[in-house]
């Protein structure tokens, strides 16, 4: 008998500890996706948390890079993946372009994924030559209007970031400007640095080192409201009304993965965003911290699908 009690308070001790062990993943290891090669922006930022948020969950987590077709052969290979929790990607608002952009996209941006977490936002700042007699916005129209076809834009290549964001802000303001590709922002932003570039479109956190350069003007940001990291400078919005191009990042699961799960990592992506350590960190990448819960973030994910269909047909018109 006493063989039988120990027997059954071992089996009352597992019972009482499976939810837990459901839970808590144990030694699995959780990988975060990041379709880029290694030493790019986005890998830069998913480093800024990713350890943290293993801990957070209670067990180890790494950066898997898979680079190719602009970000879309890491973005299929999670859509296949199984939907428990432990793979997910580390995405941004180019996950919705590279899809909109592709003539046969592996995946489905939407359908596919089913949203974690929301890690936050950043915003991209216009920025002109000196060359250019404009230290406004409102300025820079009335000079591009008055000079149809002889000003030109730098970005960062064919259906970059840069390149959507000028675009887009072009349409919107009926501007007739050349389109100027390089294969990276730093060589853009070279070009209109030394006058053969008339304007730039970049992130927030490129833009902050030119601040007090005057070969160059910072003239808006394309935030729907004024930028942390840049207060002094206004909103494009304020000149071409209804023009905005903001950047989520954010972590992504295969579709059907449980909302248990979902619910789990999203709690520890809160937590982490109320850590002074991990805001400096955003801070220095120009990130500002937006926590959402799954059904907002999956929310904002559709608008913002809707919102790149339009400047991508914008693209389309100007080149």
């Not at 050349?178 to 730093?186: D, Y």
């Not at 030394?194 to 910072?218: C, M, Q, T, W, Y």
């Amino acid at each position: 008998m006493p063989g039988l009690k120990r027997l059954c308070a071992a089996l009352a001790l597992i019972a009482a500890l499976l939810p837990q062990a459901a839970a808590q993943p144990g030694g699995k290891v959780m990988r975060i996706v990041v379709p880029f090669a290694a030493g790019g922006a986005r890998e830069v930022l998913a480093r800024t948390f990713y350890s943290e948020l293993g801990a957070a969950l209670g067990q180890t987590a790494i950066i898997d890079n898979r680079p190719g077709a602009g970000g879309a052969i890491g973005t299929a290979s999670v859509a296949k993946a199984a939907p428990d929790g432990q793979t997910l990607i580390f995405a941004a608002s180019s996950h919705n372009v590279t899809a909109l952009l592709g003539a046969n996209p592996a995946y489905d941006p939407i359908k596919d994924f089913a949203g974690v977490a929301n890690i936050g936002m950043q915003s991209y700042v216009l920025m002109a030559s000196a060359s250019v007699p404009a230290r406004t916005v409102a300025e820079f129209l009335t000079y591009a209007k008055a000079n149809p076809g002889r000003l030109n834009y730098a970005s960062a290549g064919h259906g970059s970031s840069s390149h959507l964001a000028m675009a887009y802000f072009a349409s919107l303001a009926g501007l007739d400007m050349v389109h100027i590709p390089f294969k990276s922002t730093a060589d853009a932003n070279n070009d209109v640095l030394a006058a053969r570039s008339h304007a730039v479109i970049v992130p927030n956190v490129g833009a902050i080192p030119f601040v007090k350069d005057e070969r160059i003007r910072l003239l808006g940001v394309t935030s729907p409201k004024r930028s942390a990291f840049l207060p002094e400078v206004p909103p494009v919005a304020e000149s071409v009304p209804g023009y905005g191009f903001d950047s989520w990042f954010g972590l992504l699961a295969p579709a059907k993965t449980p909302k248990a799960a979902i619910a789990r990592i999203n709690a520890g992506v809160a937590k982490l965003l109320r850590d002074p350590t991990i805001l400096g960190r955003l801070a220095g990448q120009g990130v500002e911290p937006r926590p959402l819960s799954p059904d907002a973030f999956e929310r904002l994910i559709r608008e913002d699908y809707e919102d790149m269909a339009k400047v991508v047909k914008a693209v389309g018109r100007i080149e």
